[in-house]
């Protein structure tokens, strides 16, 4: 009862200012001044949530949030963290200290509304929290939508396992932005003890990784993973000090066996000439600089134990969970169509997951000629073959990981699982190159969610949509929604098929496209190949290994 009164307090403090055009709220911090959008909702931009440490300190977890005694404008000031230059990122103003929440608060008098935090994707190397756009979610459904910043690349995930870098400090941002609105977010109307999580991409795998931290228990009450899982390839570094050394490689470092000397070039060397763009060369179905599993340090570790044996284990809290891919995942890998195909009838075994480990480099070719088989059925890789090309990668990135992951959660007690396959497309939809035949790429049902992307090629524009698509948006806005209140994406009395939780196989699942049906199974030819493959070669992710002790004569 406190906490509701202190709720309605907080809001009543809401003042409006300028005609209504402007709204104040005082926070822990001080006093916000956030802006009405054209498209209704108020908008709070640029609050700092943390303090990223700088300099030799850059790779620790984030220190407390700065304070005002003036009443702040929270406008947009475009902050984004250190990245490399890239097609996909806009303009923004790169800072160290970069750690900015943004909040979108329809425009009402009600409180306890109910909060979806973003976590935005970008292979972990790029993006920001003003990446996509939730306004019409929030306008239509009254609901709080924070999105925000957090380190990158090697800013956020370098993990040398030492007291200076012991890695995940990306994921310990988000960690600290999830305490921040489990603080402040009922000054501006929500519901502290109503946050859902969600994300696309490596968004996706942060909050399937947040819901398996010790650190971020009781942050957040539901899941929504957008493709990407914990229990991949790409959702933790294999070997993170093999990953250092390489990365200082490239950078011309060569002295990386001395661990020390290892992370003196990464605290010493000034973070803009540590950012190289990475994501668009790798081979393996892996990440350059992404979560890890960490060394116990300190009492700040995010993850200390691979996903896989956390989920065994059940030592997580378990949450509701609305998780899915699209059915053209690999389509995002066509941007490496011309200068892998090559490659690809050259040596196949170059672009089998980094997770799979063999005995003998022989052992490695035959699996590798005989997954190519699988998919290929003896054709080259080529402009003949572009569809298995896009199913193979779309495959190992994607949606064999999110079954196995489905599967473990399942088997080991986790009931609450709501599964689907996005597959909407229409004549907008652009065809897969060398073929008359459309499909939902990477992360399609995030957009359908979103306004659109800050990035040049994606437009925003709702009114230049088609019927079918801004009828398909309604409806995946509504799940959405119905699952952050409900706990359920189908509650009683919906005009949507029931849906009920998936099994360890992926039955039933929701197939999401021209028309929405329940149907059996998730579960495709493929999988039985990638099972038998992960039970025999599965390499799990490590920690770094203990630093040797320092030799006093250094010292």
Not at 34 to 51: E, M, S
Not at 91 to 117: Q, Y
Not at 272 to 292: G, M, Q, R
């Amino acid at each position: 009862m406190l906490l509701r009164i202190i709720t309605v307090v907080a809001v009543l403090a809401l003042c409006s200012c300028d005609e209504g055009e402007w709204k104040e709220v005082r926070i822990a911090q001080g006093v916000l001044r956030g802006r009405k959008d054209p498209d209704g909702p108020y908008t709070f931009y640029n609050i700092p949530y943390a303090t990223a440490p700088t300099g030799p300190d850059r790779y620790k977890a984030p220190l407390p949030a700065p304070v005002w005694s003036q009443p702040r404008d929270a406008i947009d000031e475009e902050v984004i963290c250190f990245q490399g230059e890239n097609a996909f990122v806009s303009l923004g103003l790169m800072k160290e200290d970069c750690l900015i929440a943004n909040v979108f608060v329809p425009d009402t008098e009600e409180i306890n509304l109910p909060v979806m935090v973003y976590v935005h994707g970008g292979a972990f190397e790029f993006g920001s929290g003003n990446w996509m756009s939730f306004k019409h979610l929030v306008r239509e459904k009254n609901v709080i939508v924070v999105t925000f910043n957090y380190r990158l690349g090697v800013h956020g995930f370098l993990c040398l396992g030492t007291q200076d870098a012991p890695g995940n400090a990306g994921m310990k941002d988000q960690v600290a932005l999830l305490k921040w609105v489990q603080k402040n977010i009922a000054h501006f109307g929500g519901d502290p003890d109503d946050v859902t999580i969600l994300g696309g991409s490596a968004g996706s795998i942060s909050v399937s990784l947040l819901m398996l931290s010790k650190s971020a228990e009781g942050l957040f009450t539901k899941v929504v993973p957008e493709s990407g899982v914990s229990v991949s390839t790409i959702s933790t570094q294999i070997d993170p000090i093999e990953t250092a050394k390489n990365y200082a490689r490239m950078l011309n470092f060569h002295d990386v066996d001395d661990i020390y000397a290892l992370e003196a070039f990464y605290k010493n060397t000034p973070i803009e000439s540590l950012v190289i763009a990475t994501f668009f060369d790798i081979k393996n179905i892996s990440l350059i600089f992404h979560p890890c599993i960490e060394r116990q340090t300190d009492e700040e570790a995010f993850l200390t134990e691979s996903p896989i044996n956390i989920i065994k284990n059940g030592k997580y809290k378990k949450v509701p969970v609305l998780v899915g891919v699209s059915n053209m995942e690999g389509i995002l890998q066509m941007m490496n169509y011309e200068r892998w195909k090559n490659g690809m009838n050259e040596k196949f075994s170059d672009f089998l997951p980094a997770d799979l480990q063999f005995e003998s480099e022989k052992e490695k070719e035959e699996i590798a000629q005989k997954i190519k088989e699988f998919y290929f059925k003896g054709k080259p890789v080529g402009d003949e073959s572009v569809l298995e090309y896009v199913e193979y990668f779309g495959d190992v990135m994607f949606a064999y990981p999110t079954l196995r992951t489905v599967s473990l959660l399942v088997e080991n007690g986790h009931y609450q699982i709501y599964l689907y396959e996005y597959s909407f497309v229409d004549e907008h939809t652009a065809v897969v190159p060398y073929t008359n035949v459309r499909g939902a790429t990477h992360c399609a049902q995030s957009m359908a969610i979103v306004d659109g992307m800050a990035i040049p090629f994606v437009t925003t524009d709702e009114n230049n949509l088609t019927a079918e698509y801004k009828r398909i948006k309604a409806i995946m806005r509504d799940i959405w929604y119905n699952f952050a209140v409900h706990g359920k994406p189908v509650p009683e009395g919906s005009p949507l098929p029931a849906w009920p939780a998936t099994d360890a196989t992926g039955s039933p699942y929701i197939s999401l496209g021209r028309e929405i049906d329940l149907r059996h199974s998730f579960w495709k030819k493929s999988a039985s190949l990638w099972d038998k493959l992960y039970q025999m070669y599965y390499r799990e992710p490590r920690a770094p290994p203990q630093p040797p002790k320092k030799d006093r004569t250094e010292l």
